[in-house]
């Protein structure tokens, strides 16, 4: 086999394949990370109660199922974050964020759609943040699909917000 043909004959060869962030990023210190996780435990955690009281009372105009699947994300998201403080050696929080107290006051639909995506955003946000920092490689996928959740459940509830009537 010639040089060239050598799957990894240089580092070089596959570099370019790699987001450098990975490369130069260093490993988020355990301390940062259960901490960093725990903020995400309380957002998501906020999120499904929010979610659950939503879809209780039914946005008009939309799918009745739609807010209960975005929820059982939300409450799944908590499930695996806290596995992972715990897999750290941590204790999993178990506080709600204060994102919910304020989405309990909200009452026009358009209003607390655009506050759901807002705290969709900065959870998204956060976790690509978080990404290239991330070693443990169940983590690393676990996180990659909470945030690829999180880009899905943004455009499906930008979709609701536009069809829910008001
Ligand atoms: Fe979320």
New binding site residues.
């Given amino acids: 086999m010639s040089d060239e043909r050598k799957p990894f004959a240089s580092p070089a060869c596959s570099a370019h394949e790699v987001d450098p962030s990975y490369m130069f990023a260093p490993e988020m210190p355990k301390d940062e990370l259960v901490a960093l996780l725990n903020v995400l435990i309380e ?2 955690r906020a ?1 499904a109660k929010t979610l659950l009281a939503w879809a209780r009372e039914g946005a008009p105009g939309v799918d009745g199922a739609f807010l209960g699947e975005v929820q059982r ?2 409450a799944r ?1 908590v499930a695996g974050l806290a596995k992972a403080v715990r897999k750290l050696g941590a204790e999993p929080s178990g506080a709600t964020g204060r994102f919910f107290d304020k989405a309990m006051t909200m009452t026009d639909w358009q209003a607390r759609f655009a506050f759901l995506d807002k ?2 955003r900065w ?1 998204a946000d956060k976790v690509a943040e978080m990404l290239p920092r991330i070693r443990d490689a169940e983590l690393r996928a676990f996180l990659t699909e909470m945030h690829r959740g ?1 880009e899905v ?1 943004i455009a499906r509830c930008a979709e609701a917000a536009r069809a829910v009537s008001h």
Avoid: F, I, R, T
């Fill in positions: 957002s998501e999120g994300d939300e998201y705290g969709q959870v999180h459940n």
